[in-house]
């Protein structure tokens, strides 16, 4: 629903609403020459007239002297380490004096977060991690607890990036859904949007004046213009049969041979889940520390089991990986794993482009 | 919300040496009233848990009715378990579970059931042999056929003769190389099938092992009548979590820790045999 205009002089008063009902904000900011999310305390911080060139293997930034706060497509990372945290300790057991282990569960309260500039490409995302975390046979209680203590404020995308799709994939560049407070950034402010009572109780304390029908057109084709920039595209159909019916497509050898099986992609990926768990046992011994950290299917140890690897070949781990996130991801979570948000494909240090090696597999039209 | 990752702890009541690396630990909780609501199906696992050391999935083999202990039977082949190996009676470990999905049992009533297995990976399915033969009355023919590398393999192989001499009951036991005083077969389990008497079309087979012994036992079962979905096996795969949420155990879209580790052929056929999955 439509709230107001909020002029960008004014920006900082919903930084302050959201301090005000208890949130520590976090905000995309410019840091190591990339857009990166943290803690935002001032509007200052926010990366005004900052504007990225991401192309496969290659994310750099430009200065410009436009006004915008938001005039970037995503960086490395956004949403997903606040809710799916990188590294986190589940449980910690001790060895007691009769030879007893006593096991206590770790699990720091959870802080209320407002995060600002949510892209629609990781509001999708976030709602297929939702699914994985919490919806599955065992609710995941750590997730569960910050997803509950989290604020969202959405930017819809005006400026992609070369490496988006996410017109294609459905889930951008407008945010349709899942957010508390959606903003249209333009040139001297924002179109402000709520999406739940939450969203309604902080627009409420915001100086907004109506918005005007020139506003409302111009974020439209902002939007527009969006989707149409956009070069790149996945095939939309569901590609799990043609992924699985071309197991033993020369493809997989070619780009195993490019693919360093470093990782990166799964990293930067804000669907993909995988962790693993390990024990860090105290010098004296006497307590030991469960935890869990973000692992990768392309690692050595992801397939393995007692003595072997069972992905001992990178293009395997290739394969794993892509018949998983656009083929095995509709029979777990009815669509497939990829938003469209391209950071695999900026983030890979030798430029593979996930959309490329889809075409090339399944066949369907190329980019252009 | 209660968390599903947190193990609980069990005390080791009895440790028995199967053979020079493999041994049953004999378990319960410590808790009492942990111990009195634990339930669990032939062909689940528990997650077990080494103090300072880590975690690992391993099937649960003892009797479901047997409300004294459960046991798990290991083989020592990592980190983890070599430690497990260390244990003696009185210590104790975390334990959580059960997970996963066991043998279909209810589906094998009054029919003929068929257990094969090879390698060392006979203790899942050991639970169904003794599970059958405790209840005989409830189904018809037991076949077990059972194929180790050598002969020293073979665990509890005084049960092996006791169960061929039951009722109705075939046993047909392989070994790759043998040794003085082998009373079975010298070669592969799977050169034994056209020893089996059963009635094929209706029979429940149930098969745990490496994966190129089962695609061959699948081959000759499904060539003489086997239904695809009367199939069943018990699968593999890297397990961190067991509750479906680290990734490891994935098999095409399932999550074996999950949807497993028992599937009926027809599940898993799309993805069986090939590597990489």
Known sequence: ??????????????????????????????????????????????????????????????????????????????????????????????????????????????????????????????????????????????????????????????????????????????????????????????????????????????????????????????????????????????????????????????????????????????????????????????????????????????????????????????????????????????RSGCVGCGRCIAWCPVGIDITEEAVAICGGEANG | MADPHLPQEAEVVERIQESPTIFTLRLRFTDPARHAAFRFAPGQFNMLYLYGVGEVAISIVSDPEDPQLFDHTIRVVGRVTRGLAQLKTGDRLGVRGPYGRGWPLALAQDRDVMIVTGGLGCAPVVSVINYVIRRRERFRRLVIMQGVKHSDDLIWRSQYSRWSKQPDTQVLVAADVGATLWPWHVGHVTELFGKVEMDFPRAVVMMCGPEGMMQVAVDHLLERGVREDSLHLSMERSMNCAVGLCGHCQYGGKFVCQDGPVFSYSEVKPLFGIRGF
């Not at chain 1, 500039?117 to 209680?141: K, M, P, T, Y």
């Not at chain 1, 402010?189 to 409420?204: E, K, P």
């Not at chain 1, 004296?284 to 089991?305: E, L, N, V």
């Open chain 1, 1 to 334: 629903m439509e709230a107001g205009f909020l002029p960008r002089a004014a920006f900082q008063r919903l930084l302050d609403a959201l301090h005000e009902a208890g949130y520590r904000c976090i905000g995309p900011q410019l840091r190591d020459n990339a857009v990166v999310y943290d803690t935002l305390a001032r509007v200052g911080q926010l990366p005004q007239g900052v504007r990225d060139r991401q192309t496969p293997g290659s994310y750099r930034i430009e200065k410009t002297d436009q006004p915008r706060f938001f005039a970037w497509a995503n960086g490395p990372q956004a949403l997903k380490p606040f809710l799916f945290a990188p590294r986190e300790p589940l449980w910690r057991s001790q060895r007691a004096a009769d030879n007893a282990i006593r096991f206590a569960e770790v699990s720091p309260p959870p802080e209320p977060l407002a995060v600002i500039g949510v892209r629609a490409c990781d509001l999708s995302a976030l709602r297929l991690q939702d699914r994985h975390f919490l919806e599955g046979n065992f609710a995941d209680s750590r997730y569960a607890a910050r997803r509950e203590n989290l604020f969202l404020v959405a930017v819809h995308c005006s400026h992609p990036a070369d490496t988006c799709f996410c017109a294609s994939t459905g889930d951008g560049p407008r945010a349709e859904q899942g957010f508390d407070l959606a903003l249209n950034e333009l040139d001297d402010g924002y179109l402000v949007q709520t999406g739940s009572d939450r969203g309604r109780g902080i627009a409420a304390q915001l100086p907004l004046s109506p918005a005007t029908d020139a506003q409302r057109r111009l974020a439209d084709s902002e939007i527009g213009n969006a989707a149409q920039q956009q070069t790149r595209h996945l095939p939309s159909r569901n590609l799990r049969d043609a992924l699985f019916a071309s197991l033993a497509h020369p493809r997989w050898e070619e780009v195993g041979g490019r693919c360093l099986s470093c990782g990166n992609c799964t990293s930067v990926c804000p669907t993909c889940f995988c962790h693993s768990e390990a024990d860090e046992t105290a010098l004296d011994g006497g307590h030991s520390i469960h935890a869990r950290q973000w692992d990768s299917c392309f690692t050595q140890g992801h397939s393995y089991i007692h003595g072997m690897t069972l992905r001992s070949e990178t293009r395997m781990r290739y394969r794993q990986w892509l018949t998983h996130k656009l083929g095995s991801w509709h029979e777990q979570y009815g």
